[in-house]
């Protein structure tokens, strides 16, 4: 009977522990765009990657860059990993009517040629933290992510 209970309590406990966690708060129709932070993996630096480059919160950059991924075409296959030219981090932070604050990130990838494609972060999906970074860890970089669910992002960029 009281190994039945362990056995038990030990399924209780790998269920429970094993399931992909909530995300944090994400935004409603209620809440205003704050902030975007983006941040990039870069080499010759001795900060743990992704390195936060850029703070947007004026709300002409905001709204810019928001329409941007907004406006991502449907889920395509990544051109080869071998032409990456950069992998930075966009999140962008909400504010509601009770001050807290909700956020959501996406990965954005540059390739060599021009292209965009972003892809949401969703758990247990994470970003990857590399020290030192190094070209070579993109491709690591981008399967940690998932190689479905990319989106075409069109020109632009941040």
């Known amino acids: 009977m009281k190994s039945a209970k362990m056995?038990?309590?030990?399924?209780?406990?790998?269920?429970?522990?094993?399931?992909?966690?909530?995300?944090?708060?994400?935004?409603?129709?209620?809440?205003?765009?704050?902030?975007?932070?983006?941040?990039?993996?870069?080499?010759?630096?001795?900060?743990?990657?992704?390195?936060?480059?850029?703070?947007y919160?004026?709300?002409?950059?905001?709204?810019?860059?928001?329409?941007?991924?907004?406006?991502?075409?449907?889920?395509?296959?990544?051109?080869?990993?071998?032409?990456?030219e950069k992998i930075q981090v966009v999140s962008f932070f909400y504010k509601n009517s009770g001050e807290s604050l909700k956020g959501e990130a996406y990965m954005l990838v540059t390739f060599k040629d021009g292209s965009y494609y972003s892809k949401q972060v969703q758990p247990p999906s994470t970003v990857m933290d590399a020290y030192p970074y190094q070209e070579s860890d993109n491709e690591q970089i981008i399967n940690r992510m998932g190689i479905d669910g990319w989106r075409s992002m069109g020109s632009g960029g941040i």
């Not at 765009?33 to 850029?54: F, K, M």
Request: one cysteine or more.
């Open 57 to 84: 919160s004026e709300q002409k950059d905001l709204a810019s860059i928001n329409n941007w991924f907004m406006e991502a075409g449907d889920s395509v296959t990544l051109p080869d990993l071998n032409s990456i």
């Open 7 to 55: 056995l038990l309590l030990l399924i209780l406990v790998m269920f429970t522990g094993c399931s992909a966690a909530a995300p944090a708060s994400t935004p409603d129709n209620n809440d205003q765009l704050n902030s975007i932070d983006v941040s990039q993996y870069r080499t010759g630096t001795t900060r743990t990657q992704p390195e936060l480059i850029s703070v």
